[in-house]
């Protein structure tokens, strides 16, 4: 890849224990290229939340980064940034939004002021401005501007889900990393959500890490994929290639452990 | 087919009051019967908890009855009650937060037996313990003495089973049992339930939101919006023969690996998707049976 938005390099993270450490990352590496979709799969444990948190800065210990590290985002190592830097780097350069992402927005406070808070406090933009913002992203995730002045409880766990996703939009942010963002969700919802992402990173050029366990819907939205294994990436492809001509045994396993909608039933 | 041993007829369940009323469910009917399972999947919020959670005794409907082989369990004495809560067990979707980190894997399944099954006494409770995990594809040599946190999230939902069992029960109800468990673990758990469907004659409910594992494992299947059943009938026929716009709209949106976002045949066409939404909102009493088995709702509004 020539210029990735992202690097990761021989990323090493250690939950350090009272006993024993424990590898939930073990030298993983991998790029993305600006407007890209790259997927991260495999089974419950891997290391796929982990990576996610290390890249977003956010994670705690006990998790401990091994100093070989490197997660270059633009050319500037993310692990290296200042606590000033972090916080223009959030929201702004990476943008998170977890598998519970509904349930935390802040059930007291309107819609309006929640995106209000995140744009005040990383831009200079006037209160006009912010509300305009504001309207502009919620249209986007097909939401009528008119309930800005809406509580959480208000709205289904679908409209919820898909409010997080346009806080997360609203300060343009280079890289989303979207954790499991729709698997309490049906099927439908889902399809409307990841679709409208895929719509806007064309737009808007954006770069996403998608994590799912569902590798059927990661193909479909995903450029590139990689299959994770206990901490380390076993395989590393084009999406259609992951489906097609899968290369580990532990991908072919994935696979044949999936029921088609069309296949037989076990009855 | 033999007689139901659930049943919920007419079922309508509504949560607060006045303008702000939630109809959680609507009139809503369906059986168990032994050795069979049936899917409850659909829209999120259209009500499949609170079916189960009806089921489980845990909400009382707002109208309509629940039977327990052909007799109300609202009018049942309280030796009927006992004998309903051996009877009807649930799974969980979350093995982690079902199981209580303080006490150990042989505590969880002790309980149940002493609770519901006091023909077993002294040293045939240790060796009924060890049966129910292996019926579940556990060692109860390693398992035994952990607590929940030492196993991995497939385990967890193993031992959720064989709590279950712990008290012959004839009816499962399983909301969303393998939503949090990856796909490797997924189909052990699906198996086993099915296996435990066929040897034991158990009656499943099976709530999900993946519809190729409703296909895998469950006979009937029905589907929810707003608070209704709009369509139910065989597995099969009701994913190769949709009739409600709402089931379609479901079918087509199954992530399908075969065709990308970038595809437009992946594309769902909002204004379509509203109609579809707006029509199917309407309760609508009336359903047609278009074959043997398989009903689906009127719209009361045609999209288009
Ligand atoms: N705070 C912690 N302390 C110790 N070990 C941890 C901690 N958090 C995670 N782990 C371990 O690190 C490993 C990786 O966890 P991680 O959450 O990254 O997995 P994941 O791939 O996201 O799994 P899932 O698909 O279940 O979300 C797991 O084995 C987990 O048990
Ligand atoms: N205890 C409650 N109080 C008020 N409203 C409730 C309560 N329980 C459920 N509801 C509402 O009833 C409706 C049906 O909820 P339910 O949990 O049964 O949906 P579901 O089909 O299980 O959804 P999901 O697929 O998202 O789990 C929703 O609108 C929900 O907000
Ligand atoms: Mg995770
Ligand atoms: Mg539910």
Redesign the pocket.
Known sequence: MNHPLLSVKNLTIDYIGDRKDFRAVDDVSFDIAPGEVFGLAGESGCGKSTIAFAISRLHKPPALIRRQSKILLNGRDVLDLTPQALAAFRWREVAMVFQSAMNSLNPVSRIGDQFHDVLMSHTTMTKAQARERAAEMLRLVDISPDRLRDYPHQF??GMRQRIVIAICMALDPKLVIMDEPTT???VVVQREILQRINDLRRTFGFSVLFITHDLGLMVQFCDRIGIMLAGRLVEENAAEAIFQTPGHDYTKKLWSSFPSLHGGALL | MSQAILTLDGVTKT??HGPST?H??RSVSFSLHAGRALALV??????????ARMAMREYQPTAGQILYKGKSIAEAGSSDITDYRRAVQMIFQDPFASLNPAHTIAYHLTRPLKLHRPEIKGGAIRAAVGDLLRQVQLDPDIVLGKYPHELSGGQRQRVNIARALATRPEVIVA??PTSMLDVSVRLGILNLLNKMKQEMKLALLY?T?DIATARYIAEDIAV?YA?QIVEWGPTGRVIENPIHPYTRLLLSAVPDPQIRFDDPRARLRSREVENVRRGSGVPESEALEYEAGHFARKLAMEPG
Do not use: N, Q, R, Y
């Not at chain 2, 659909?42 to 079916?51: L, N």
């Open positions: 289904s766990g309490a969700l049906d | 949560f607060g939630v959680a469910t659909g829209e999120s919020g259209s009500g499949k908890t609170t079916c909301d969303e709530i939101h929810m608070g």
